[in-house]
Structures are given as structure tokens and as C-alpha cells.
């Protein structure tokens, strides 16, 4: 399969590859140094570990220039071997029975004792990278992530450095309740979408009611019906594709930004829709017609979104909070069906969507 | 003279005798004893449950159980309830339906979890099956309620239709209305999720009055407490109930009116036991529920956002409770009372309130666990979400629950150690696998070393499921568990120092599982070609959202790895995002 950067075909600058190469380069010197940081940590584990007879256990050969055949006799000797019919040799893992974990309820229990009644505040051997605090994330996470997958999230600016107040002090104004907490993780904690902003939404739905009900203790700490959650996630529909997507408006500052995504994500999605209606397998790599001018019109799309009192808006006429504040979800739309809604804007009357 | 089995039984017979064995292990086991008993087995399944519906494709079910009934299909992997699977990934059902509509033209029931359902799914689904009896949509998207108005119209016999935490495009409130006049078998209806603020209260209502069988009924938050009553008065016989918005006003003549009109309502259902919704609760209105808390055995509070003492007062009504659902505004207090109150709890989730506070917004800690497990002899099922940790207290839950199935931690902040001692989590889950013969599910959280895998691997003999994320140190603890946990059939990684090692180590234990998510991990893309060379009865599928993992050195650590066995050999519906790592592409890309 023919590997290809998508936007070389165009012909036209791609600002997200060309950005990636530098940090590209950067991140092979990390990983160089990530890799011998792990190497003399793997040592130290295994001395602790394992008899001094499983020195094989080394992260050097899986470092670099690794060639062919010895990944191939990796794979097999773990693949085709049982950790008891072969010899020592061939073994790359101490197996459970060489050093058994005691009973938890032998000799650390008693261990867990005296710890209750001390506080430690020597760091423990475990960790071995150079931290903070006990409790910040981890360096090797933070780099792999950053430098191979680039995210959105800024791991290093990351600090826990900054405390939102608690949510249960006295009312404040507004502009105090603005969340500083650090940096998210994408995913963390684990609890489903509709689990997260239940203090502030549940305000909201209050802020409707008459001034006679009387809010949860909690929920009275945000006044304005507004998620301050780290994510706004809205429904964007696409004209022609049958499945819509989702996109979060936090993650993005400005209209330019939000247009920027909105071309990449139905980009990839008519691709494959063009792909898998002619029957082939998809290329991946084939590049196809840009979602160009979605904000000023001139394209071949337009993106138009839905507020909160069901109206249909084009999107980029009103200050980017306020269309943060008021949007409920996003459409794609053919330019050409454009002229037959006739769009208000916020000051002119409105079409019902 | 000895004749055998197979002469002296006609098939009818043996087909009798294996309608009564429903579980689907028992019947596999049926089906290996020898060809005939094959044969007749095949032909009298009448339910089929696909764990990972890309592990084989519908014609091959269908080849060979021609005359099921009911269908169960599980698609994306777990962490897609988290946002880490991105939109588009796939597990569609059209494929399957629109293969079943053909064979299976006497199917009854479909139910579906993290699934992509279209309108035209569904009203394939109206169209294609005249006896269609159950719908359960679980953390399913993609469809509108109009691909529901579909199924409401068409489906003569529906029994149930259950939305359960779905996305659902909410377009009015009017499909509803879809259900004919003369439409009257409904048993389970669950809406919950639908999130517009219209619904048609009247449809609802009549629905209700003319289907004497409703047995579950759960309404969605724009439901309004005043109308609760009337729709209560139409199913007295209702045995499970999801409240909507549990506010209203609480001017005194409101109030009053309100209030004695819900209580009647909610004193009439003698059968009810259990209850749900209560988004917005004001507490003045809880007492409405106190004639039928007696009887509860499940209250799912997990949106009330009321505080310990109004909790506590609720709980104390409920001495029946099996399952509690509750925010972490019970706080310890309030799980103290619960821990008095509910001695025949099996089941608690505490989910955060304030999940990205930095600090604790309530007193909830390591301590409200501790009691429960003390207080609670039946408690077999623990979901908690708390701030701190200590192995002290694991060990201590470990002693006095050894009954315990399910366990499943979540320390908010990621690494935190034992706040007592400062050290690793490791010997307090170590207690738990150690003590907790036969738990099947395990989820971990804070500071953990590879010494808690080494614990896992050697006691979690039963663990059928693993979730791990911002813990180990080496590929040795992807190892641990990899060759110690016999049972495992799940285990879903994120943000774990684990490589290439461990994975290539023990690649045959792949095919063993039904699947394997590694994300943030340190696997890398040649690796990952590598297994997907090596074993071609496993789909190794990369996720890479950026770049392609071939645009980058070999060596390099793949965003997301997903890894499943399957008999249906590579899929061919995958967004650019997820390259697949079968025989050919890892010959074509290297």
C-alpha cells in the first residue's frame, strides 16, 4: 500500500504534517534517552525481583536496529515455548514459581502496621523518574504522548500547581468559579459523559424554574446554565453522511480553529464513504476534494449550527463565547440548499430549524 | 449387544432435552460430544450471543444456526464509554441485520451494545420481522427517534424497548405517538436517555393506560414531577420506575398539591422495587417515595445531587436494598447509615460529583468503603470512586469480603499512592486477589508497581476482566498478568509503561481472550505488525489519528493498539484512522 501525505496530492500546505517533522526529530532524541532512563530502571527491578540468574532480561536488543530475525525468535520462543518445558535459556521472564509473592497477610501486613503509625516522608524506591510530587503523572507517559501522538493537551504546562476553589464554599461571583484544575486527561476519571457537569447542569435546569425552588446546596455555586466542564461536546451532522460526528468546542478558541477540524473530520469521512460505495478496500491515504470556505460561505459547504432555542444559525455571525454559550449542534449543509432556508442572523428574525 | 446413544434417541427427543440447557457454555460443550449431536444441536439454538461482533462474520453465524430467535451483539471495545475510542471506529449493525432479515425471519429479539444503529437499521428491523419482540439499545448511537417511530409502528408484538444510555438523536417527542391505538403488549419501556425537552405527555399517558403487562417503565428528565402522578395512576402495577426531573415548585400551595397527589400515586404501586431518574431532586419532595421504600431492592440516585443527610434519611427507608446506585455526596456518613441500614446490599456504584476538582468537595474517602465492607455480608459488586487510598484499608475490605465478584477502583488522581504510608497500592490489591477467590472483574487505580500484576498473576485465577491505567513499570507486569490470569478473556490498558516484550512473549495467550486494548502504551508499530504476521486467527488493529504509524521509524509506539481473536479474518469497514495488521499489509508496509 502505497503511503502517501495526503496533502501532497493537492498540492496545498498541510500546516498539521509539516508541523510534526520538527518534533518528529525531537522526539527520536527523547526516545533515545527514554530508552536508557528505562534500561537501568529495568536492571534495578530485575535485581530486586528476580534471582541473579535472569540477567537475560535486558531492554537493550528491543532499543534499536533491531533486525528481523530477532524479532521473529522474540516472538517464537515466547510464542511456542510454556514457561515450564523450556530450559532457563530460553526463559525472558522470571516465572511465578522461581520467586513466589508471599501471602499478603504474612510479612507485609506486618510491614502495613508500623506504616500506619508513621508518616513517611522518604519517597519510595518504585519510583524512578525524577517527580514532583508522588502524585504527578508519569515523565514517560507525558513524552510518548506528547512527541508520537500529539494531543491537544500540553502535558508539560500541565501543573498541579493550580487549585480551583472548592465547590462547596460560599457563592462567589462568576468570574472566580473559572476551573483551573490541571491539564485533562483525555478519558480520566473513567465515568461516562452524562456523569460529568451534574452540579452545574442540574443548576441550569433550575435557573428556569421560578425563583420559589430551592436549589441543591451544591448546585448554587453556578449561577449561569453553562457546563464548566473540561468538555463541550455537540452533535455535527453532515449532508449525505449518514452518521454524524461529535466535536468539542473546548477544544478549540476561535472560529478558524473550529472550521480547521470540521474540514478535517468530514474530509476523512467522504473518503471513505466514496471508497466503500465504489466496493473497493479503503485507501487510506487517497486524498479528496477540501471542505474549503465553510465559514465565509464560499465554498462548496457551509456550516450552520442549531441554538438553544432551536433555531438554525449560520455559524460565525455572533462573538465566539456567545456561539459557545448558545450552540446545540452543528450541520454541515450543501451551499446550494443554503438560498432555500434563508438564515437569519441573531439580530434578524429567525427560521424555526 | 450395546447399541449406541445416537440409535436409541430420535432427534426429537435429544432436541427436547436441549431446550432445557440455556446457557450458551453448556450448549457449545452440547455440540462437541459428536457430529450428530452437532447437527441437532445447530438446528435447535434458539439464542446466540456475540461478544465482539467482529469475531465472526453474520453468514457464518447464520450457516450455521439457521433458526434463532434472539441475538445478542457487543461492539466497540469498553473504553469507547470514555472517549478514548475515537467517533467513527465502527461497529455498525446494519451488516447483521440486513443479513438476518433474510434468514432469520422469525427473530425476536435484538439486543445491542456500543453499537452504531442508523434509522435505516431500525426500520429494517420494523419491516423485517413480523414477530419482533424485544429492542434493548445499550450505549448504542447513530439512530433518531424517528428510526424509533419505525419500530413503534410496525412492530405489532414489541415487548420491550429499551434505550439504556444511548445517544440518541432526539428529533420530538411525537414518535411515541407511533405506537397504534390498538398496540397494547408493551412490558418494558426504558427512555431515559432521550434528551429534548418535548414529550408527548398524552401519548405517553394513553400508551401507558392501554398496556395492562407494563412492568418497567423509565421515563427521561424532561418528564415533569407533576405529571408523574397521573402516569403512576395509569400502572399501579409497575414494577420497576425511572422518575424524570424530581423538582417542582415549593410554593406552599404547589407544593401541597403536588406533593399528596405523588405520594397517593406512588402508595398505589405495591409492586414497585425499584427506582431511578431523580435528576434535579428537591428534597422536600423525597418523602413522596417513603410507602414504597420498604419494598426496594434497587434505587439508582447516581443524578441526585442532594446532600449526606437528605441521602441518609432515604436510605434508612430502604432496609431491602440490594442495589444502590449514589453520588459521592452520601459521603461517609451517609454510607455508614447505609452500611446499618441495608444488610442485604449486594451491589454499590459511588460515582464523583465533582470529578475534576482537585480537591475533595466531600468528606468521601477510603473509610465509607471500609464500613460497607464491614456492614454489608452480601455485598458482592463495588463500584467507588474516591480521592485517597490506603492498603490498610484494602486489606481490611479484603478480610471482610472475600465474596467479592466485582471490584473496580477509581482513585481519582492518577498514581496516588497509600496516603498513610506513601508507598505503592500493590499489597492492598494484592489482598484483594489473594482473598477475593472468585472475582471476575478488577479495576485498578493509584500508585502501582509491578509487584501488583505479580499478585494478580498468581491469585486472580478467576478474573475474567482487567482494567489497568497509570500503573507498572515494565513489560514484566503486562507479563504477570498475561501468563498468570488462566480466566481472562478482557483486558484494556491505558497509559502503562508496557512494550513489546511482554506482548510478543505471550502472543498464543491472545487467541485465549476476546480482546485486548492497549492505549498511551509503549507497543510499537512493529510489533504490532509482527503479531498481526504471526497470528492470523487474531486482528491486530492500530489506531493512529495523526499520521500513519508507517510514516514514522518502526520502533515507534503505536496511540492505540486493539487486538481481538476472530474467525472472521480482518474487517473490511474501518475508518483511515485504524490500520490493520494482517499478513498482507505487514508485508506491503515494511
Redesign the interface.
Same mark, same amino acid.
Given at each position: 500500500?502505497e503511503?502517501q501525505?495526503g496533502c501532497s496530492k493537492n498540492g496545498e500546505a498541510c500546516p498539521?504534517?509539516l508541523d510534526?517533522i520538527p518534533q518528529?526529530r525531537e522526539?527520536?532524541v527523547k526516545?533515545e534517552d527514554e530508552r536508557r532512563l528505562?534500561s537501568s530502571?529495568?536492571k534495578k527491578?530485575e535485581l530486586r525481583?528476580g534471582p541473579p540468574g535472569e540477567d537475560n532480561?535486558s531492554?537493550k536488543e528491543?532499543?534499536?536496529n533491531?533486525s528481523r530475525e530477532k524479532?521473529?525468535s522474540?516472538?517464537s520462543?515466547?510464542?511456542?515455548s510454556s514457561?515450564k518445558s523450556n530450559g532457563k535459556q530460553t526463559q525472558?521472564?522470571p516465572?511465578?514459581e522461581d520467586h513466589?509473592?508471599g501471602?499478603?497477610?504474612s510479612s507485609? /501486613?506486618a510491614? $502495613? =502496621?508500623q506504616?500506619?503509625h508513621q +508518616?513517611?516522608?522518604k519517597?519510595?524506591s518504585?519510583l524512578?523518574f525524577p517527580s514532583t510530587a508522588?502524585?504527578?503523572?508519569?515523565v514517560?507517559?507525558k513524552e510518548?504522548?506528547e512527541s508520537?501522538?500529539?494531543k491537544a493537551v500540553d502535558f508539560q504546562n500541565a501543573e498541579?500547581k493550580e487549585?480551583?476553589p472548592?465547590?462547596?464554599t460560599a457563592v462567589a461571583p462568576n468570574s472566580s468559579q473559572k476551573?483551573t484544575?490541571?491539564g485533562?486527561?483525555?478519558? /480520566?476519571?473513567? $465515568? =461516562?459523559?452524562?456523569?460529568?457537569n +451534574?452540579?452545574s447542569s442540574?443548576s441550569s435546569?433550575?435557573a428556569s424554574?421560578?425563583p420559589?425552588?430551592?436549589p441543591?446546596?451544591?448546585?448554587n455555586e453556578k449561577p449561569v446554565a453553562q457546563p464548566t466542564?473540561?468538555s463541550l461536546f455537540v452533535?455535527i451532522n453532515m449532508d449525505g453522511v449518514?452518521?454524524?460526528?461529535?466535536v468539542d468546542l473546548k477544544a478549540y478558541d476561535s472560529y478558524d480553529k473550529l472550521s480547521t477540524a470540521v474540514d478535517e473530520l468530514f474530509r476523512?469521512?467522504l473518503?471513505?464513504q466514496r471508497d466503500?460505495s465504489a466496493g473497493g478496500?479503503?485507501n487510506?491515504?487517497e486524498e479528496q476534494k477540501v471542505i474549503m470556505g465553510v465559514l465565509d460561505r464560499s465554498g462548496e459547504y457551509t456550516l450552520v449550527y442549531e441554538d438553544n432555542e432551536g433555531d438554525r444559525m449560520l455559524v460565525g455571525d455572533v462573538p465566539w463565547h456567545m456561539f459557545v454559550s448558545t450552540v446545540k449542534r452543528l450541520r454541515v449543509l450543501k451551499s446550494s440548499d443554503l438560498s432555500a432556508l434563508s438564515l437569519g442572523s441573531s439580530k434578524q428574525g429567525k427560521i424555526p430549524a | 449387544m450395546q447399541k449406541k446413544m445416537s440409535y436409541s434417541f430420535p432427534n426429537e427427543v435429544l432436541e427436547h432435552i436441549f431446550s432445557f440447557i440455556q446457557s450458551d457454555k453448556d450448549r457449545n460443550a452440547v455440540s462437541l460430544v459428536c457430529k450428530s449431536w452437532y447437527e441437532i444441536e445447530r438446528w435447535c439454538r434458539r439464542k446466540i450471543f456475540v461478544g465482539n461482533c467482529y469475531a465472526v462474520s453474520p453468514g457464518m453465524v447464520i450457516r450455521r444456526f439457521p433458526e434463532v430467535r434472539s441475538v445478542e451483539l457487543k461492539g466497540k471495545p469498553h473504553f469507547a464509554d470514555f472517549n478514548l475510542v475515537p467517533d467513527g471506529w465502527g461497529g455498525y449493525v446494519l451488516p447483521w441485520i440486513a443479513e438476518m432479515a433474510g434468514a432469520y425471519p422469525w427473530l425476536e429479539e435484538i439486543r445491542l451494545k456500543r453499537m452504531v444503529v442508523t434509522d435505516e437499521s431500525l426500520e429494517l428491523i420494523a419491516k423485517s420481522f413480523k414477530n419482533f419482540k424485544v429492542l434493548v439499545l445499550s450505549t448504542c448511537e447513530g439512530f433518531s427517534t424517528d428510526g424509533l417511530a419505525a419500530i413503534a409502528a410496525s412492530c405489532k408484538n414489541l415487548r420491550e424497548l429499551n434505550l439504556q444510555e444511548s445517544d440518541v438523536d432526539d428529533l420530538s417527542g411525537h414518535w411515541l405517538s407511533h405506537f397504534p391505538e390498538t398496540y397494547t403488549s408493551l412490558v418494558s419501556l426504558n427512555v431515559s436517555c432521550l434528551v429534548s425537552d418535548e414529550v408527548s405527555l398524552s401519548a405517553l399517558e394513553r400508551l401507558v393506560g392501554r398496556c395492562p403487562n407494563l412492568r418497567t417503565l423509565r421515563l427521561n428528565r424532561a418528564v415533569p414531577l407533576d405529571k408523574i402522578a397521573n402516569i403512576l395512576r395509569c400502572a399501579p402495577q409497575l414494577v420497576e420506575f425511572g422518575t424524570g426531573t424530581y423538582a417542582a415548585e415549593l410554593r406552599p400551595d404547589v407544593f401541597s398539591n403536588v406533593f399528596s397527589n405523588l405520594a397517593g400515586a406512588f402508595s398505589n404501586c405495591k409492586e414497585l422495587r425499584s427506582l431511578s431518574g431523580f435528576w434535579d431532586v428537591v428534597p422536600a419532595y423525597l418523602p413522596a417515595i417513603y410507602s414504597v421504600c420498604s419494598g426496594l431492592t434497587s434505587l439508582n440516585l447516581s443524578y441526585a445531587t442532594i446532600q449526606s443527610p437528605d441521602l441518609i434519611k432515604l436510605v434508612s427507608h430502604c432496609p431491602s436494598l440490594q442495589r444502590l446506585l449514589v453520588l459521592d455526596y452520601i459521603e461517609d456518613g451517609g454510607l455508614e447509615a447505609l452500611a446499618s441500614s441495608c444488610k442485604d446490599l449486594q451491589e454499590l456504584r459511588v460515582f464523583p460529583s465533582d470529578p475534576f476538582a482537585v480537591e475533595p468537595n466531600v468528606s468521601l474517602t477510603e473509610q465509607g468503603l471500609v464500613t460497607i465492607s464491614l456492614g454489608c455480608p452480601k455485598l458482592q459488586s463495588v463500584l467507588y470512586f474516591c480521592r485517597r487510598m490506603s492498603n490498610a484499608a484494602l486489606v481490611t475490605i479484603a478480610q471482610n469480603r472475600p465474596n467479592l465478584t466485582r471490584f473496580r477502583l477509581c482513585i481519582i488522581e492518577p498514581k496516588t499512592a497509600d496516603y498513610l504510608s506513601l508507598e505503592p497500592l500493590d499489597v492492598g490489591f494484592g489482598a484483594i486477589v489473594e482473598q477475593c477467590k472468585d472475582l471476575r472483574r478488577l479495576s485498578l487505580s493509584g500508585l502501582l508497581t509491578d509487584r501488583v500484576f505479580e499478585y494478580i498473576g498468581t491469585y486472580a485465577k478467576k478474573l475474567e476482566m482487567l482494567s489497568v491505567a497509570f500503573a507498572g513499570d515494565s513489560d514484566l507486569g503486562l507479563h504477570h498478568v498475561l501468563s498468570g490470569c488462566e480466566s481472562l478473556r478482557k483486558l484494556e490498558i491505558r497509559d502503562c509503561p508496557f512494550g513489546d516484550k511482554a506482548l510478543l512473549a505471550n502472543a498464543a495467550k491472545l487467541e485465549t481472550m476476546r480482546s485486548l486494548w492497549m492505549s498511551s502504551c509503549s507497543v510499537s508499530f512493529r510489533a504490532c505488525k509482527l503479531l498481526g504476521q504471526k497470528m492470523p486467527r487474531v486482528n491486530v488493529e492500530v489506531i493512529e489519528e495523526r499520521e500513519p504509524p508507517d510514516s514514522r521509524p518502526e520502533s515507534c509506539p503505536v496511540d492505540k493498539l486493539y487486538i481481538y481473536r476472530s474467525v472472521a479474518g480482518p474487517r473490511f469497514d474501518m475508518p483511515p484512522f485504524v490500520w490493520t495488521m494482517d499478513e498482507d499489509s505487514a508485508l506491503r508496509l515494511s
Open positions: 500500500m503511503i501525505s498539521r504534517l510534526l518528529e522526539w527520536h526516545r528505562r530502571e529495568e527491578l525481583l532480561w531492554i528491543a532499543t534499536k533491531n524479532d521473529e522474540l516472538l520462543l515466547g510464542y511456542f514457561m525472558k521472564f516465572s511465578p513466589p509473592v501471602s499478603i497477610f507485609p /501486613w510491614k $502495613i =502496621r506504616h500506619n +508518616l513517611h516522608t519517597p519510595p518504585f524512578q508522588p502524585q504527578s503523572l508519569p514517560i507517559a510518548s504522548s508520537c501522538c500529539t498541579k487549585f480551583s472548592p465547590v462547596n476551573r484544575a490541571p485533562p486527561v483525555v478519558g /480520566w476519571p473513567p $465515568i =461516562r459523559s452524562f456523569r460529568k +451534574l452540579a442540574s435546569k433550575l424554574e421560578s420559589s425552588v430551592v441543591p446546596k451544591v448546585a466542564g473540561k452533535k449518514p452518521i454524524g460526528r461529535k476523512a469521512l473518503a471513505v466503500s478496500i479503503v487510506k491515504q | -
